[in-house]
Structure formats: C-alpha cells, structure tokens
C-alpha cells in the first residue's frame, strides 16, 4: 500500500513546549522518510528527512524519530516557537520517482 | 536561481472554460511534478516528468494534461474546468541523484471553478 497515515491534524502547543507529530507506512519497501513545512500562502520547504538506516537525527530543534518494526516516524520540535506556527508534511517514497505525503498537521505555537 | 516559479498566482474560471498553469525552473532539475492541495487532504500528485519529452499519470490526473518540451517548462492543461477542481496547484522539481525526495515546491496557483 502507498498510504502514508499522519496525525493529529491540528495541534496546540505553548511556546517553549514540545510539538510531536507522527506518521505510518504501510510499505515495507519505503526507504526515504522526509518532512515538509509549509507557511500559509507559500509552498512546501523540506524541513528534515531520514533514511531507515538510522534511528534519529536531529538538525537543530527538529529531529525526527524512526522506528523501523513499527513503520512509524514522528517530528519533534523542540522548544517550540511561534515562527514554528505551519502546516506539517510527512511523506515517505520507495526510490521511484514519487513521494506519498501525509494529509498534514496544522501547528500552532501560542505565544 | 529564481527556483520554481509558477503564473498565475490566483485565477477564477467559469464551468467549462480552459486554462494553462506555468511552471517554470531554473535548477536543470530532471524530474518535474503537479500537485494539487485540498484541504486536510494533503499533497496528490496529477502528473509528473522524469525529463524533456517524459510524462506520467499521478493519482489524481483526471481532467488535466502536461506535456514537457524543455527541462525548464512544464505546463499543466486544464480542459473543461469542474467546480471539483478548485483547489491550490503546486508544481515541484527535483535532481535526480539528490535524494528522490528531496522536491522543491514553488509558491502556488489557487484557482476557483465557478
């Protein structure tokens, strides 16, 4: 199966706090996992992506968190910050030319 | 690099009426891509290039077209346009040997079907 299962869908977090969103794969042959951050009005920017090789990696606040038995991998933010305020893509491709992305979560860092 | 860029940003049509999206990038990027985003429904893919002269069916191709003349350009063709296709359309490109998923998006056209 192609689908790629994010949640939640929205979230709330106070800033300071940690944002934590996660993502299912059905597809064992996944072998790419990246996240994409989107700004109202703009267009999707890769964020962070990890390889099934690795467990962690983290860049900065952002780490990404995989667990390969499960076929789950989530996105830390930590210290969330307003500016983190968006909407949250995960997506996964299995070395063909197309990624399959997650519905997306709407991020709101309160101040 | 002005990266992807794409025209209109914003366009209205009426029930029938045609149109073509521009998609333009300056990166010699081999793989090209249309997405259209609903919302809550995320990204689904209409129509993807894997180079000048190469297309490809998406998910969602339904109702469009594409055709890719230059490694630069890849319009999207809306034939007979349909209230379900209101939505925001992004186009992206990527460089083969850089990581498959690692797309670049442009900032969008949002069109409304009447």
């Known amino acids: 199966q192609q689908q790629v299962k994010q949640s939640p869908q929205s979230l709330i977090v106070q800033k300071g706090g940690i944002s934590i969103i996660n993502c299912a794969y059905e597809?064992?042959?996944?072998?790419?996992f990246p996240w994409y951050q989107q700004f109202p009005g703009k267009g999707p920017a890769l964020l962070i992506a990890?390889?099934?090789?690795?467990s962690e990696k983290k860049e900065g606040r952002f780490t990404i968190s995989f667990n390969k038995s499960a076929k789950q991998f989530s996105l830390h933010i930590m210290d969330s910050q307003p500016g983190d305020s968006a909407t949250y893509f995960c997506?996964?491709?299995?070395?063909?030319?197309?990624?399959?992305f997650g519905k997306g979560t709407k991020l709101t860092v309160n101040p | 690099n002005a990266g992807v860029t794409q025209t209109p940003k914003f366009r209205i049509l009426k029930i029938g009426q045609s149109m073509t999206l521009q998609c333009a990038q300056d990166?010699?990027?081999?793989?090209m891509y249309w997405y259209r985003q609903d919302p809550g429904m995320g990204l689904k893919l209409i129509y993807y290039s894997v180079g000048a002269g190469i297309t490809d069916k998406g998910e969602v191709p339904n109702g469009y077209n594409v055709s890719r003349s230059t490694t630069e350009d890849f319009p999207l063709r809306l034939e007979l346009a349909a209230p379900s296709q209101t939505s925001v359309y992004f186009c992206a490109s990527s460089y083969q040997g850089q990581g498959i998923g690692t797309q670049y998006f442009g900032p969008g056209t949002r069109l409304l079907v009447l």
């Open positions: 990166m010699n990027h081999n793989y």
């Open positions: 997506a996964a491709s299995n070395g063909s030319e197309k990624l399959v």
């Open positions: 990890i390889r099934p090789d690795v």
């Open positions: 597809n064992t042959a996944f072998d790419y």
